[in-house]
């Protein structure tokens, strides 16, 4: 089957007209080549949509064939009071404003007790980087949730909230994560890591913690035997240098580690944030953005074309352009991106609309854990 894969994509390639660096880079694709950053750039730069797209599915196939991944999953949010104030976010709030909200304990256990026998396989939490809350109350979080969903995989924190968490608690970066991990917390999502150009950081996100910190954060994660997520947010003031030096450099991370499981690219959403005026990125630039990360970002075996954030139909799209995972049902539980103006309000599919999206696009719908072990095939 891949044999006549490659032989029609060598077909396509001498008939689409393509010369020069670009069928260069077809060359190397088909043999698993890597690209170096300044054939990442090249492709940013074409506009041939429909080569690109070819090229991210003939990659997205070796690494998972017809398969796409979807999970069964709900979001807590404790709060979106924040310390920090990032520029694009449309969610965080200051203490006793309107919008806030700031959940105990209890509520929060009351929404994982709600969804008790529902087939769920995933907690995501993610939250505001709450001043008074640290390390411990987010563990015995963690540890109570397991008691009333114990089967349950925890993906939790980003690196930003766990850099705080933990230097709060008196921990260095190991034994922070060490004793999250003994609380029950089994994964990180990619959340935080924004873009790693140090100067277009400081200018959106300068308060948060370093492009190398959260690098450390995930690489000791990996190194105690937790698995992470990785994400860009793009589409904003970054260029495609920025965006090839991202994916350079967890790419160069996961080299070492292998510890991502998969890469999420958020588009910026502009709506109710204090970047407003800069506007969004085409849906052309989307796809574009998907395919060039599953060229260029070629060891982490996942590329995740989030829902929620996209809306359903560029979601599925992505699908064409490299990506083979759609997130989970989400049941209506994160607001982050419909505060930031996504035109999913309610986010919530259930199993049959997962199915439908993924084969009415072609592909094999596929039930998977956290970690992608295979749970049900569609
Ligand atoms: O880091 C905030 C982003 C992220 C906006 O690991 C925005 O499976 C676009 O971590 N426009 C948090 N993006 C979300 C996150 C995540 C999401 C989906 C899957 C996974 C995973 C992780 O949300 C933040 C930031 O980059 N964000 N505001 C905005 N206006
Ligand atoms: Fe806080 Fe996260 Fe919003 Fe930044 S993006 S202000 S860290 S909630």
Same mark, same amino acid.
């Given at each position: 089957m891949y044999k006549y894969r490659k032989m029609s994509l060598q077909y396509l390639i001498d008939h689409s007209g393509i010369s020069g660096e670009l069928k260069a880079i077809a060359g190397k694709i088909m043999v698993g080549e890597r690209l170096n950053p300044k054939e990442g750039l090249t492709l940013y730069h074409s506009n041939n949509l429909s080569y690109l797209g070819i090229l991210a599915t003939y990659r997205k196939r070796q690494a998972s064939g017809d398969k796409v991944y979807f999970n069964r999953n709900f979001h807590i949010e404790p709060t979106n009071i924040c310390l920090y104030n990032c520029k694009f976010c449309s969610y965080r709030r200051n203490p006793g404003e309107a919008g806030v909200w700031d959940y105990s304990m209890d509520e929060m256990l009351d929404i994982a007790r709600?969804? +008790?026998?529902?087939?769920? +396989?995933e907690v995501h939490i993610v939250g505001g980087v709450h001043p008074q809350h640290d390390l411990h109350f987010f563990g015995e979080l963690v540890r109570e949730i397991k008691k009333i969903l114990p089967q349950t995989h925890i993906k939790g924190f980003t690196a930003v909230e766990l850099d705080y968490m933990i230097r709060k608690s008196g921990y260095t970066l190991d034994e922070g994560l060490q004793k999250l991990k003994d609380y029950g917390l089994d994964s990180i999502p990619g959340g935080g890591a924004e873009i790693f150009n140090e100067k277009i950081r400081e200018q959106i996100c300068g308060q948060k913690l370093s492009s190398q910190l959260w690098l450390d954060v995930h690489e000791a994660a990996h190194r105690l035997g937790i698995p992470s997520n990785a994400t860009i947010l793009y589409g904003h003031i970054e260029t495609y240098e920025h965006r090839i030096d991202h994916l350079n450099r967890l790419r160069n991370l996961q080299d070492s580690t292998k510890g991502f499981n998969a890469f999420i690219p958020l588009k910026y959403k502009n709506a109710n944030?204090?970047?407003?005026?800069i506007g969004e990125v085409s849906t052309l630039e989307v796809l574009k953005n998907f395919a060039v990360t599953r060229l260029f970002l070629d060891n982490v075996p996942h590329i995740k074309s989030y829902w929620p954030m996209l809306g359903k139909q560029t979601a599925q799209l992505a699908l064409a352009f490299g990506a083979d995972d759609v997130d989970g049902t989400i049941d209506d539980t994160t607001k982050i991106y419909s505060m930031a103006g996504s035109e999913e309000l309610s986010p919530n599919m259930d199993t049959n609309d997962m199915v439908n999206m993924i084969q009415s696009a072609g592909f094999t719908p596929i039930e998977r854990d956290s970690c992608y072990n295979e749970l049900k095939v569609f």
């Open positions: 709600s969804y +008790t026998d529902k087939g769920i +396989t944030n204090s970047m407003h005026s």
